[in-house]
């Protein structure tokens, strides 16, 4: 089974950025300005012609080829005053992934705001509890502490389970995919760009093409669309990072955010 998703994080105002989710520059790397995701969302309706659906719509026969699923990670404001509306305006849902500790926290939803996006027809799912910097290296215990008291509190939140799930950072091994498995977690979402829908377990893994300030209306219409161009890239770009991962260990995240703020250092200031 295949199915496109693209990866969103927060969307805000121009020079808002401490108005929704983390507040550091590498988070802000992932925040869309509003009106770049308004051209994101025209562009992806007329490249594919499609829908933006939920997961359980794909996994149930539900949807078509021309449909794809939006993600949106870290559980920050801007899931209920910018995206949800805005999707809303097309008839499209999207997939709201929260970080639990930070729930009720200044620029992340409350619990109120959590049970309003249900309401309307988005998908709630967890994030982990405290969105570790690396999660693959957690240990077993801690990933299924995330994993199990995340998917509690949102459940206790809806009133109902909660069973979808996406990685903080990317951060993907098979012990964190079996841990989510040990937790009932039936969907859990990756940062692996690919359309192709696998198992681990009775746990659906769903690949994700990640989506960045800078990026165009444009690519990120391809890659809603998998043209192959953009996809065969970014899978590329992705592979060139696990293998820099590996080479460059506990290092690899001050290289990872040196290049971040070099690449965003105008924007920032603009």
Not at 117 to 131: E, P, Q, T, W, Y
Not at 148 to 165: E, F, K, M, N, Q
Not at 180 to 196: G, N, V, Y
Request: with cysteine; net charge positive.
């Amino acid at each position: 089974m295949r199915t496109s998703s693209l990866l969103y994080h927060d969307v805000v105002d121009r020079d808002r950025f401490g108005d929704s989710g983390f507040p550091s520059p590498d988070a802000n790397a992932y925040k869309l300005f509003t009106d770049e995701f308004v051209s994101h969302l025209a562009a992806i309706a007329a490249r594919t012609g499609g829908r933006g659906v939920t997961v359980f719509d794909v996994l149930n026969g539900h949807a078509t080829d021309r449909d794809f699923l939006l993600t949106f990670d870290d559980g920050g404001k801007s899931a209920l005053t910018h995206t949800a509306r805005l999707l809303e305006e097309r008839g499209w849902v999207g997939h709201f992934f929260v970080t639990t500790d930070y729930i009720g926290s200044p620029a992340f939803l409350d619990s109120g705001e959590i049970v309003a996006l249900a309401k309307r027809g988005h998908v709630i799912g967890s994030h982990s509890c405290s969105h570790p910097l690396v999660m693959s290296r957690c240990s077993r215990e801690q990933l299924l502490r995330e994993w199990r008291d995340s998917t509690r509190i949102l459940s206790d939140i809806l009133g109902r389970p909660v069973v979808t799930a996406s990685i903080p950072g990317g951060s993907y091994s098979r012990t964190v995919a079996e841990t989510a498995a040990e937790c009932d977690i039936q969907i859990l979402f990756t940062s692996e760009p690919t359309t192709t829908i696998s198992d681990v377990g009775r746990c659906h893994l769903v690949g994700r093409y990640s989506v960045q300030r800078g990026t165009s209306p444009a690519q990120a219409a391809a890659l809603a669309a998998t043209e192959f161009g953009p996809a065969f890239r970014q899978a590329a770009y992705w592979n060139l990072k696990k293998a820099l991962k590996s080479i460059g260990g506990q290092h690899w995240l001050a290289i990872r955010r040196f290049i971040q703020a070099r690449r965003f250092a105008g924007a920032d200031r603009s």
